[in-house]
């Protein structure tokens, strides 16, 4: 009867004991997780202006890039420009819808990003909107050349659907790598127990060369665009210099009789700077300038003089958007190809530099909300085409409440 006393005695000391020991176990995992948490929202604070930054970005950009998916989509008669315009929209407008709410998600949890998923999500998404607009870009550029130093020739609108559509592929196609290198990062708090999880490269190819290479991709092909920008713009820029030399009415230019037609006698339509080409906004603009092209082949019977070839703020608008590109992914690719090569380099940063280099590695964003307001600052009709877009729906909505 003793022993069995004694061993009851025993089991439920021991029981206690296990007890004890699992009640402390569960407050220190829950002390933790109350400390983790406070680091977490200490770090989120800190991250504040960035993301208000950011807010203010994916605010604009998905406002501003419907707006111009409204405009150009409800145009009865589009051209290779317009394609373009509009393949550039859909690029940023997805990574505005997908890609920053997930990166201010990131940036409020930098300790605590427990989706993976959802991390490889995002920056697939954002390295299909950079390959697929700088394709476009590229495209855009050789359009520009075509009509400016090539007279005669262009993309067609055809051809225009085709490189939109070949983009988005290649930009998929190129962007899988991504959705490997991208996972949970495990960050090391120095507090014995307590560890961080962000969206950055995966711990599995962390210490390897592959984030390396991707990021040396994404800086070789900015360099590439920023080569090819760079000269084939050069060689704009030098037609339109030697045109705008020429005084206004020096220009002669000869008909299929041999009589002399003066630049300042010929209506403007006949004379048309550049007869094959469009204003980004203007249906009337289009109309013009294929009666400009047909109206030239008639009375001079021939393609027309170089000299009579000006250049159209679709010319300017889409320049404006190529620099915007090249200026805002310039910080982004140098933290990135930096962060790559020094070892620990975000870890010896100060509190100061950390923000500084979060706004520089968030610096492309600025790519996908600026066009917008490029189109509205340096077009006259898009501005126009807003309006009567905005004028429409207040009709309809009033005609809905009468």
């Not at 005084?247 to 002399?260: D, H, L, Q, W």
């Amino acid at each position: 009867m003793a022993n069995v006393t004694e061993n009851t005695t025993e089991g439920f000391s021991n029981f206690s004991t296990v007890v004890m020991e699992t009640s402390t176990a569960g407050m220190e995992e829950i002390e933790a997780q109350m400390l983790l948490h406070k680091l977490n929202d200490e770090l989120a604070m800190r991250y504040l202006p960035v993301i208000v930054y950011m807010l203010i970005l994916m605010l604009i950009g998905i406002f501003g890039n419907i707006l111009v998916c409204c405009v150009y989509c409800s145009k009865p008669t589009k051209t290779s420009s317009h394609f373009f315009i509009l393949n550039l929209a859909v690029l940023d407008l997805l990574t505005c819808i997908i890609g920053m709410p997930t990166e201010v998600t990131d940036l409020r949890y930098p300790y605590m990003f427990y989706a993976p998923a959802a991390c490889k999500l995002l920056r697939f998404v954002e390295s299909v909107s950079i390959i697929g607009s700088s394709i476009t870009l590229i495209a855009v550029a050789f359009d520009r050349y075509y009509r400016i130093c090539k007279l005669g020739r262009q993309i067609s609108v055809r051809k225009s659907k085709i490189i939109c559509i070949l983009a988005v592929i290649i930009g998929v196609l190129s962007s899988w790598p991504a959705c490997l290198l991208f996972g949970e990062k495990t960050i090391e708090l120095g507090i014995p127990g307590i560890k961080g999880v962000d969206c950055s490269t995966d711990d599995s190819v962390r210490h390897t060369i592959y984030p390396t290479l991707y990021y040396g991709f994404l800086f070789l092909l900015f360099i590439l665009c920023l080569v090819f920008f760079t000269v084939i713009y050069a060689k704009i820029g030098a037609v339109i210099w030697k045109r705008k030399k020429a005084k206004i009415g020096e220009t002669i230019t000869s008909t299929p009789n041999g009589r002399a037609l003066n630049d300042s006698n010929t209506p403007s339509e006949q004379i048309s700077s550049d007869p094959i080409s469009t204003e980004m906004s203007s249906e009337q603009d289009g109309y013009n300038d294929k009666r400009a092209s047909s109206d030239s082949k008639q009375a001079f019977g021939k393609r027309p003089s170089r000299n009579n070839v000006r250049v159209t703020r679709t010319t300017v608008v889409l320049f404006a958007v190529t620099v915007a590109y090249v200026i805002s992914f310039l910080p982004f690719l140098i933290v990135m190809v930096v962060r790559s090569v020094v070892k620990n380099f975000e870890e010896n940063l100060s509190p100061d530099a950390e923000v500084a280099y979060k706004f520089c590695s968030k610096s492309y964003f600025i790519n996908n909300a600026i066009n917008p307001v490029i189109y509205s600052f340096l077009n006259i009709n898009f501005r126009k085409d807003i309006k009567t877009i905005f004028k429409k729906c207040c009709s309809a909505c009033c005609g809905c409440r009468h």
